[in-house]
């Protein structure tokens, strides 16, 4: 079955550095990739997403990179700020339906 | 424009019992998707239902059931629960149908089951 997880559990930085958070994921069949953010006490927040046809895509202060050789996605976020501090997952969609990795936990230090 | 809206926000209940959730999508989305939240498992897809239709389903088991009223709103109901549904439901909405939507979730039920 399909299985996306995360390299690390948890992350720690520093504030104004660039945090780098991976997934991996199984099925290379899977062609629509998210990223979520999810604060404490809220649902999860979509940030990011790309599609297979593409390994790279940019939003504000956020890129996500897509590797199919490998199966490895990663997001990575510039000059983090304390605001960042969430847990993130990413979710693969096969055509059929999202599986969702179960998250790091990104911390930043002021 | 208002968010993704669940009702209740938190649920105690005991083993045995039902329970009904409730979540109000964004204005004019007509897809809305469930999924459970727990630690050791992560988001996983529970079903969604556009139309009024369900549309695809996770593979759980069926004590947990939905449906969709014309208004876009969705329920979820989960019948003699157990101890292993304490869980964080979320559900999400967005626009069409087809997993490849932007999905924009509510802030969850949490529900405790003692």
């Known amino acids: 079955g399909e299985s996306v997880g995360l390299h690390l559990p948890t992350l720690s930085v520093q504030e104004g550095d660039n945090s780098i958070i991976n997934c991996a994921y199984s099925n290379s069949a899977s062609d629509y990739f998210i990223w979520y953010k999810q604060e404490s006490g809220k649902g999860p927040q979509f940030i990011i997403d790309?599609?297979?046809?593409?390994d790279k895509r940019q939003g504000q202060r956020v890129t996500v990179l897509l590797n199919k050789t490998v199966k490895h996605l990663s997001l990575q976020i510039a000059a983090t700020q304390p605001g960042d501090s969430a847990v993130y997952f990413c979710?693969?969609?096969?055509?059929?339906?999202?599986?969702f990795g179960t998250g790091t936990s990104l911390t930043v230090i002021p | 424009k208002a968010g993704v809206t669940q009702t209740p926000r938190y649920l105690i209940k005991t083993r045995g019992q039902q329970v009904t959730l409730s979540c109000s999508p964004i204005?004019?989305?007509?897809?809305v998707s469930w999924y459970q939240q727990t630690p050791g498992q992560g988001l996983q897809f529970l079903f969604e239902y556009f139309s009024e239709t369900q549309r695809n389903k996770g593979n759980f088991p069926g004590r947990f059931s939905g449906r969709q009223f014309s208004n876009s709103r969705s329920e979820m109901n989960v019948s003699t629960l157990e101890l292993g549904d304490s869980a964080l439901y979320l559900c999400a909405s967005s626009l069409g149908t087809g997993l490849h939507n932007e999905q924009f979730f509510g802030p969850g039920t949490r529900l405790t089951v003692l």
């Open positions: 979710a693969e969609n096969t055509g059929n339906q999202f599986y």
């Open positions: 204005s004019g989305h007509r897809s």
């Open positions: 790309i599609r297979s046809n593409m």
